[in-house]
């Protein structure tokens, strides 16, 4: 870029000098090596993809969002009914309260056993490579299929979590795991926690690796310990992926949908409901397309204001 | 050129423009149904749906109608129970939309509510069998007289016994009406000992629930839903007759009547203690007690219509209509089609996939003779119900729906008050929205 910018420039002087001072934007108007113009057409395959497919379906959703659209039949403009309908939507509010606990009891788990897995495969030694495959292996297979085998696994009597139990001597069996509202949680948290740190743990795994090793050699020379190492180096210098990690799996958690539509489709009661859950069974079970997308459009409003705020407490102080 | 952010809007605003045009015309054409021959002679393909719990039925009806002459051709497509509805909405939001649909009856309501559906009424009122067909299915088929769908066939539940244990026990099974009678009936049946239960039933299905424990109620007339579509709230707090339901399963939990599986079953294995020889009362319809049972089984099973508290009878209507959605292409051969599946010797059939006929003139002696158990409802189909709402779905058949959580916690937890007070509020609140 440097090389093909460097004769356009000396043109363009060399023209300003001829014809003295012009506007910027009407410099060497019709050149294709121009460099405005260029950028302009590196990018507008791109902007042309995201006016499509995100910008007009977003403008189009706000539209929706402001009738009273079903999935069949004839509509009509509410105005903004719908979103002042969320403020007194006790079910929105629930599932609004349930996905903030579900959060706040997945999210750190997630990122303490990403990083101690990722603490367990760093070196470079026999095994590591084996461990590391093993530790991801989850998160390759994916949150469906997961939740497809809990169902499976959580069954009272014949599933291998009340076999298992029953074995150690901790439950009879029996156990119905997923018509509790409490126990389904549970379940669900582990799992996720399971299926989702073998992510983090890469993550983590790739910011670990671009630690100087001269850092941890001089804390050694100084008497430091293993602890004192991982305290004093490790964590510091892991702040933008611990922060980039946290982020994610925040987000992640607030579009939780796949693990509970599968193993408990919100119930029992309404027990285990989260926002994107809610927002679903608007849509496509009471075909109110439009409350759901206006529910939509508040929701990411919020994850966004969430990341941000995230950002700005976890942003390096330099 | 230069591309400023102004042009960047208007391009925006014109393809968003763009993309609402199509949806602009929300109802699509109805076929006149009262033209010159229509339903008969029909050449092509008719398109049609069933759900896919039904396909092995319907199948058997598409493969006899195609080898019965070769002008039209029925083609099935199954589409998954849970997602039928939102299928069926979208194709008729996109316009491509099936030339009949077998949907179930209790979902009827929400297209014939959303101009979705042809008007069927000059054509059933042609039928000559018209006065019996199943009045359940088609009260979920009528909107102000009008009459949008036909009954097809019938999924209704019923009090199922085993003839067997209830002598044991030295119950008559005559005796079965009203609680005290289940209840008598099913302690006895439980002091047979070991394994031997009094009732069963899938106490962790919201589907199972709705099917089997609302006739209780609606056979002493009671409602769960009231008014009229556009204007429903639920009966439950002060509903005497919804309370005295869930005491009577109350009862049967606590005093250990019914298998300990019970609480967790979602319906995956729902009917195996009574196929296995190991309980007496048992409501469910004629695929789970009849079908799926031996020989032997079937032999012992004898069947019932369910009771109120004190008496009466009641079923629910549950099953499939036929439909032919506004838009559809081959609306003559897909009437056609609906007229040979009504026909006897297709509703005759029936029972072999575990559905009943919706005609009760179908059942002749040799009907009778052949599918002993699947005739009680047939013989009283005025005492079938299913509630015309557009919210079904939502008050019953969904895990997060109030009527699983209110049984849950009255029959299992013993709040039956707290749960009277929460079903209440959850009914009206889902009927609220359900009427936006």
Redesign the interface.
Known sequence: MALSEAPVRAQATAETTRRGRRRP?RRNAGSLTHPTRTA?ALV?PG?LFI??FV???L??AI?ISMT?W??????RFIGLDNYSAVFRD??FRDSVLYTLLYTGIVTLPIIVVGYLMAVVVRAKRRGSTLLRTIFFLPYVIGLSVLSFITVLEAQ??SGAINVLLKALGITDG?T?W??SGPMATGLICVLVVWGVSGLTMVLLLAGMQAIPRESYESAALDGASWWEQEWHITIPMLQRTIAMSLILSVIGSFLAFAQFFIL????????T?PIVMYIY??A?????VG?ATALSIVLVIVVGLISAAQFWLLREKD | M??RRRD?LK???L??AG??LPACS??LAEPDVTAEGFGAGATGTVRLWCRSATQTGIQVVVDRFNAAQKRLRVEVTPVLDSQY??KL??A??GRRVPDIVDIDDINSM??I????LTDLTPLIGELPYRDALSPGHLRLATRNGHQYAVPFLADNSALFYNRELLERAGVDPMSLTGFDSYLDAARKVRRLGGDTYGWSIAG?S?GVLGFVVQPHIWAADARTVTGEVGAQRGDIAGNETVRRTLELYRTLWREDLLP??N??DAATAWGSEFRANQVGLFPSNYAVAVLSADEQMRNRTGVVLMSGPDGGRAFFDGGDNLAIPRGAGNASGAWEFATFALDLAQQSALPTGGYTPVRSDVATEEFRRKYAQAVAPLDQLDRGYAPPTL?Y??LFN???S?F??MF?QAVFDGDIDGALE?GQN?FD?ILE??Q?
């Open positions: 934007g302009w507008s902007l006016a499509v910008l007009v379906p403008v189009f539209y009273n079903p999935l069949i039949g004839s509509y006790a079910a009272p009597d029996s119905a997923l018509v408990t489709q919100g119930g029992p009661g309404r027990e409901t069974q608007r496509f079970v009471q075909l109110q409350a | 230069t591309l960047v391009l925006a605003g393809g968003a993309a609402m929300a109802t509805v939102t909405a979208t008729i939001r929400l297209f509510y959303r101009d979705a962790n919201p300990r599986a609480f967790s919210a779905n939502l969904q895990p997060d109030p699983i959580a849950r929460a959850g609140q929205q359900a936006l």
